[in-house]
């Protein structure tokens, strides 16, 4: 018997088939690549382009947009400190369940604060938490302003808007930075290409002992 948080009288339950054997299945290790950056940074385009070319090789993965979860599972948050942090608990348990099940799931969501972020990496073992930082300076993301969500927030018709009148802090520790390089954005081929290297070094796209198709 243990106690957990407000639940009492709860058990683990353990399964027969464990993640090494999804693993094996699947010849990939489940991971949490984790996208953080300021809105119109590029974080759904690199989540998007990234899950096709990871498909394009036979590798199972599942994209957690922010935005999207935020049509159901978090459809009850909003955008105060207190929500966000919400907001990124919930999804850092459901990353793990699909890193769990050994898909490589990406994440993609502003999530500002770096304890938020730290607390998500802290749900697994460090090496299969990927911190990937879009670092696009905010006038790029501003310029881009594709929802036209930044001419709202300039005009005081969206108050707390992250960058503008809400904070963001950027990672101190990430694995992956995606950068300017002579004032130039890498492109979604670019970006995608840094971060399956990434994946392809580190070994998690294979797994020693698959089990041939
Ligand atoms: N106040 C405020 N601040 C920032 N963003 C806002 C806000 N209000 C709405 N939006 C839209 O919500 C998207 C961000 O949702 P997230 O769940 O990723 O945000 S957070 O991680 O909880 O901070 C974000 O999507 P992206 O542009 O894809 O980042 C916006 O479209
Ligand atoms: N590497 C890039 N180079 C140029 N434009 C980009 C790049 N990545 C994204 N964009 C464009 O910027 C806008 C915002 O991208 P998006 O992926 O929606 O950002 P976020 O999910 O961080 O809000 C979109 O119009 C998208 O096409």
Redesign the pocket.
């Known amino acids: 018997m243990s106690t957990l948080g407000n639940s009492t009288n709860i058990f683990w339950h353990e399964c027969p088939v464990g993640k090494l054997e999804r693993q094996k299945l699947l010849n990939q290790q489940g991971c949490v690549v984790w996208i953080t950056?300021?809105?119109?940074?590029?974080?759904?385009?690199?989540a998007c382009s990234l899950g096709r070319e990871l498909h394009s090789r036979r590798k199972l993965s599942y994209v957690l947009d922010g935005d999207n979860l935020r049509h159901g599972l978090n459809k009850n948050l909003g955008f105060t400190a207190e929500d966000r942090t919400e907001n990124i608990r919930r999804v850092g348990e459901v990353a793990k369940l699909f890193a769990d099940a050994g898909i490589i799931c990406i994440a993609?969501l502003i999530s500002p604060y770096r304890k938020d972020r730290d607390g998500c990496r802290a749900l697994l073992p460090d090496a299969n938490f990927i911190e990937v930082f879009?670092n696009i300076p905010l006038e790029v993301c501003e310029e881009?302003d594709?929802k036209g969500l930044y001419k709202l927030a300039r005009a005081g018709k969206i108050k707390g808007f992250t960058g503008i009148d809400d904070p963001y802090e950027p990672p101190l520790n990430c694995e992956i930075e995606i950068r300017q390089k002579d004032g130039v954005?890498?492109?979604?081929g670019e970006?995608t290409g840094q971060v399956v290297s990434y994946l392809e070094e580190k070994g998690f796209l294979q797994v020693e002992g698959s089990i041939p198709h």
């Not at 300021?38 to 690199?46: D, I, M, R």
């Not at 954005?185 to 979604?188: A, E, F, Q, V």
């Open positions: 950056g300021l809105s119109g940074s590029g974080k759904s385009t690199l993609s879009m881009r594709s954005c890498p492109t979604p970006m």
